[in-house]
Every structure is written in structure tokens, then in C-alpha cells.
């Protein structure tokens, strides 16, 4: 069973920068697509991105130039980093395979942006 | 990229079925059959319960089918059961190769 599992710092000072690490298990990293997705309280999904193990990146408009998506095929490992974060970026952040369609989630992890 | 238009809410007794669309354009939902739906319970990360259009992911039950035409996809619950009350989330592959969600819709049990 393909197991997904965010971490990184659950509190990000506004201007910098947020980092995640996806770390997946039970399946291989070099196959499939691996994205990240993120919802803020209240609201909807929103999709930030994926990346493939060849490294061939995507990533929504609206984000893409604060937005990197890498991936450390050795420590079967994906991550995230957006670059000057305001309140706005508060949100879970879920990483997510996109197989035939998001077929496997993490647990998702709450990111706030605040001094 | 523009979200996909799904209703905010909808509602329906036990036993009934309803519908949720989920509406784009020729770039996203009318170009392609990449699209899914997702579950999901409050505090709870998504389920997958629907892919390309109309495919059942094993162990969802048949209940929940998928459909499309045009640039509007829909699924619908039949036989409406109360632990189906949930968020509902829709999404498309897109000509840019890129993702995007619609809204979703807050489905209430009666």
C-alpha cells in the first residue's frame, strides 16, 4: 500500500520561505507524477504543482513564480519550496500521486504564515 | 487557469441520488477524459472516487458513477447514505499540462 507522509515547519514568519518534504513508501518515486496541493481553511483545493522523476516540472500559474517543486529519488523524497509567503499561503498542504488521478494522499499538514 | 464551476451545495434524502456538476471549458473538462472526483470529510484529507470520467478506483462502491458531455462532467450518488455527507471536489488535466480543481460542493443527507 503506497503510504504519503508530509513534514516540515507548521509555522512560516511572512516574506519567507515554506519548505516541505513528501516522503513516500511502498511504491517507487521513479514512476507516476507527484504533486502538491494545498488548502486553505474554509476553502477549496487548490493544486500547486507535480514533478516527475526525470525532474520535468509543472506548476499552477498563479504560483509559478514562487514556486519549486524537487524530487531525491534516492530517499524516495519530493519537495516543496515557496518563496516569500504572506498570510495568504496559510493552508494544509497535502502531497498526493497522480497516478490514475490523485489516487494516494498524505495525511496533509497545517502551514501558518505569521510573525 | 480558472477553477471549474461546481454548485456550492446540494442537498438530498436517504435513498435518493443526486448529481454534482462540474463545468470547464474545451481546454480542460471538453478536451480531455482526466477527470476525476474526490471525498472529503471534514478534517480528513481527500478520497479518490472517481477517474477518467467514469472509472471506479477499487473499493469505492458503485454507487458513486461518473459521466461527461461536453464541457460538463457530473457525478452522481445513488441510493444517498448518511456518511456520504461530504465536501466534493472535481478536477481536470488542462491544455497547459497542468491541474486544476473545481470549487467544490458541500453535500448535505436530509
Known amino acids: 500500500q503506497v503510504q504519503l507522509q508530509e513534514s516540515g515547519p507548521g509555522l512560516v514568519k511572512p516574506s519567507e520561505t515554506l519548505s516541505l518534504t513528501c516522503t513516500v513508501s511502498?511504491?517507487?518515486?521513479?514512476?507516476?507524477?507527484w504533486t502538491w496541493i494545498r488548502q486553505p481553511p474554509g476553502k477549496g483545493l487548490e493544486w500547486i504543482g507535480y514533478i516527475y522523476q526525470s525532474g520535468n516540472t509543472n506548476y499552477n500559474p498563479s504560483l509559478k513564480s514562487r514556486v519549486t517543486i524537487s524530487i531525491d529519488t534516492s530517499k524516495n523524497q519530493f519537495s516543496l519550496k515557496l518563496i516569500s509567503v504572506t498570510a495568504a499561503d496559510t493552508a494544509v498542504y497535502y502531497c498526493?500521486?497522480?497516478?490514475?488521478?490523485?489516487?494516494?494522499w498524505g495525511q496533509g499538514t497545517m502551514v501558518t504564515v505569521s510573525s | 487557469q480558472s477553477a471549474l464551476t461546481q454548485p456550492a451545495s446540494v442537498s438530498g434524502s436517504p435513498g435518493q441520488s443526486i448529481t454534482i456538476s462540474c463545468t470547464g471549458t474545451s481546454s480542460d473538462v471538453g478536451g480531455y477524459d482526466y477527470v476525476s472526483w474526490y471525498q472529503q470529510h471534514a478534517g480528513k484529507a481527500p478520497k479518490l472516487m472517481i477517474y477518467?470520467?467514469?472509472n471506479r478506483p477499487s473499493g469505492v462502491s458503485n454507487r458513486f458513477s461518473g459521466s461527461k458531455s461536453g464541457n460538463t462532467a457530473s457525478l452522481t450518488i445513488s441510493g444517498l447514505q448518511a456518511d456520504d455527507e461530504a465536501d466534493y471536489y472535481c478536477?481536470?488535466?488542462?491544455?497547459?499540462?497542468?491541474?486544476?480543481f473545481g470549487g467544490g460542493t458541500k453535500l448535505t443527507v436530509l
Open positions: 498526493a500521486r497522480w497516478g490514475d488521478g490523485f489516487d494516494f
Open positions: 477518467e470520467v467514469s
Open positions: 511502498g511504491d517507487s518515486i521513479s514512476s507516476y507524477y
Open positions: 478536477s481536470s488535466y488542462t491544455s497547459s499540462s497542468t491541474l486544476v
